[in-house]
């Protein structure tokens, strides 16, 4: 017993301090905000990042901090909220300040319901958002979208908190 614990004890401090913290890029998952993100044309020896207060003009941080990247959606529903239209309002006046800028609308839904059930309502919520914003004046050209259905939560739980972060449209600066 003693030697199954003691077994047990090494090979989770072996794992511990051979496993290293992922990185993240601007538009993989989370809130999309700038920890870890790159400039990527820094030379070498050169700082590969903007210090926390200098954010890109017209970058997916820049969309994060100042316009807001996501809108939420309720249960089973694909129609925009007021709260979400206010945001896509924003988003659409900054597209306008930078119009060079293509966005990908991200769709996505909660854990609940089939694997093709939820892929589609994440469609139907990526085109609500990319509708909108072409009816505010965003050329849909500079627009994509995409479904990931439940297949890339922000929020693990089974519970309603979890599902209502998860049900969510995203636009990401490509």
Known sequence: MRLKLITMFAAAALV???????????????????????????AAGQASTPPATQLVPGSQQDLVANVG???????????????????????????GRYP???????????????REYNLAL??????????Y??????????????????ERPVALGSNELAWSQNRRGVSVVN
């Open 16 to 42: 511990a301090a051979c496993s290293t913290a992922p990185e993240q890029s601007a538009g993989s998952g989370g809130t999309g905000g700038a920890a870890g993100a790159t400039t990527g044309g820094a």
């Open 69 to 95: 990247d996501r809108v939420f959606f309720d249960y089973d529903q694909f129609t925009l909220k007021p709260e979400a239209r206010r945001t896509l309002d924003r988003q659409a006046e900054w597209m």
């Open 100 to 114: 060079n800028v293509r966005l990908s609308i991200e769709g996505h839904a909660d854990e609940r319901g089939t």
């Open 122 to 131: 994440a469609e139907r919520r990526a085109k609500s958002v990319k509708d």
């Open 133 to 150: 914003l072409v009816s505010k004046g965003v050329n849909a050209s500079r627009l994509t979208s995409i479904s990931y259905g439940k």
